[in-house]
C-alpha cells in the first residue's frame, strides 16, 4: 500500500534542483552567481545533496531558473514516467494514490504536447539566460 508520507519521502528537492538545472543546460557556477555573493559551486553541489531544500531557497531557486517551487517540492520521477508512460493518447487514464485510495483522473490533454511546450519555454529561458551573460561579459 503506498500512502502519501511514503510517496513524498521519494522527493529529493535537491536532486530535482539538479535535474531541472541541467535540463536548462545551466551551470553550477551560474546559479550560484545569480543566488548571490556567498554562495559557490561547491555550495550549490551540497544544495543538490539535500533531500529537503529550504523554502526561501527554493523560491530563490525557482525565481533564477523559472520554474514553480512545486516542481522542486513535488517532482517524482517515478511517479513522472509512470503518469507519461499511461497517459500517452488523449482518452487515457491515470490511477494514482491517495491516503491508500485509488483516484482515476481522466486526461483531457496529450502529455506529450505539455512535455513539448515545456521544452520549448526551457530553450526560450536558456537562450535569455546566454543573453544575460552575454551583457554582462560585455560589461567587463
Not at 46 to 75: D, G, M, N, R
Not at 121 to 130: D, P, Y
Request: glycine share 2%; net charge negative.
Amino acid at each position: 500500500m503506498i500512502d502519501s508520507e511514503k510517496a513524498s519521502k521519494k522527493v529529493h528537492q535537491g536532486r530535482n534542483i539538479k535535474r531541472f538545472r541541467e535540463m536548462m543546460g545551466i551551470k553550477q557556477e551560474f546559479l550560484a552567481y545569480e543566488l548571490g555573493e556567498t554562495w559557490t559551486q561547491k555550495k550549490v553541489s551540497l544544495l543538490e545533496q539535500k533531500e529537503i531544500v529550504e523554502t526561501s531557497i527554493l523560491e530563490q531557486v525557482s525565481k533564477i531558473l523559472k520554474i514553480p517551487v512545486e516542481a522542486f517540492e513535488h517532482f517524482n520521477e517515478e511517479q513522472a514516467i509512470n503518469i507519461i508512460a499511461n497517459t500517452f493518447h488523449d482518452s487515457a487514464v491515470a490511477n494514482t494514490f491517495s491516503d491508500g485510495a485509488q483516484a482515476n483522473f481522466h486526461c483531457t490533454f496529450n502529455p506529450l504536447d505539455k512535455m513539448v511546450e515545456l521544452y520549448e519555454r526551457m530553450l526560450q529561458q536558456q537562450q535569455e539566460m546566454i543573453d544575460k551573460l552575454e551583457r554582462l561579459l560585455k560589461d567587463k
